[in-house]
């Protein structure tokens, strides 16, 4: 088998149309159809059938595209290893949460465009969920996902997990009912705000678990009227919601006027980022560089 027809199958199974995997390599729909029906004969296996006027991978053929990720991945490693002063090349594509997005990759891109032009990311924001998926189905190459240390995140075994950084959250609340409430103990904060309403997040359960775990210690259930993504929706909604609300956010995060942090310390919240990758295709040289960029 030539490897090298293993990425004309692998962008078929990404892109969906012979046009648009001639038009990624820069070839013909001709040559595309070309190498995959050479591709299917060196396997003994259909990689095409019908649908419609186009056609998509059988089962076997998206078996195979699946494959072709560390397949591609471990012959870019081979070339790097033999020539290891090689510069990296590729288009990196990296789907994550904005916070991570702000924290890690940002910098990182800076660091590619200074010192190593070749590799290009390719970023979008996705919530851990969200990301994790399009990782699974070849969508993204790298995800930066989060879950909190009381509340740990179960992930794929085909996924490779690498940790990058924590970070301590508090109970931000309105300033006037912070007064008298005594900060630090984790229950005795939440116990204090008992009969407010609680702001989660709107695309991830992360949150909601942790929030509903520490109430219980507390020995309620919190009534979660408000779902939101934004950190600063969640301000907005504590100072002027319909009713007293609070909710998680960073410590040590510049709030505004009217919404105060309570630290909690006993236990701590610590949100907790990941970077994660297909297992395997961490040893591609253009994302190796980039995990390298993160863990500083």
């Known amino acids: ?88 090349a590729g288009t990196v594509r990296v789907a994550g949460f904005a916070t991570a997005v702000r924290r890690s990759v940002l910098p990182a891109a800076t660091a590619l465009a ?7 990311l390719r970023i979008s924001e996705y919530e851990p969920a969200e990301a994790l998926t399009a990782l699974l189905a070849d969508d993204i190459d790298l995800a930066l996902t989060y879950d909190y240390d009381l509340a740990p995140a179960s992930t794929d075994p085909a996924i490779t997990v690498s940790p990058l950084w924590t970070a301590r959250w508090s109970l931000a609340v309105p300033a006037p009912d912070a007064a008298g409430v005594r900060s630090g103990d984790t229950v005795a904060v939440f116990e204090a705000f008992r009969d407010h309403d609680w702001i989660v997040n709107s695309r991830n359960t992360a949150d909601e678990d942790v929030v509903r775990r520490l109430a219980s210690m507390a020995r309620f259930t919190p009534r979660v009227t408000h779902r939101a993504d934004s950190l600063e929706l969640v301000e907005d909604l504590i100072t002027t919601g319909p009713a007293p609300a609070v909710g998680l956010l960073p410590a040590g995060r510049a709030v505004k006027a009217g919404v105060a942090l309570l630290p909690l310390t006993g236990p701590e919240v610590r949100q907790r980022a990941f970077a994660c990758t297909r297992r395997g295709r961490e040893v591609w040289p253009p994302l190796a560089l980039v995990l390298g960029l993160l863990a500083r």
């Open 114 to 120: 200074a010192h190593h032009p070749r590799v290009e």
């Open 1 to 88: 088998m030539d490897t090298r027809r293993l990425q004309f199958l692998l962008e078929l199974s990404r892109h969906g149309s012979m046009r648009a995997v001639a038009d990624v390599l820069g070839t013909t729909t001709s040559t595309v159809s070309q190498q995959i029906a050479t591709l299917a004969k060196e396997t003994g296996a259909p990689l095409l059938e019908p649908d419609g006027r186009r056609v998509r991978l059988t089962p076997g053929g998206r078996r195979l595209a699946e494959h072709a990720v560390t397949i591609l991945a471990a012959v870019e490693a081979a070339r790097a290893a033999l020539d290891p002063g090689a510069e990296p």
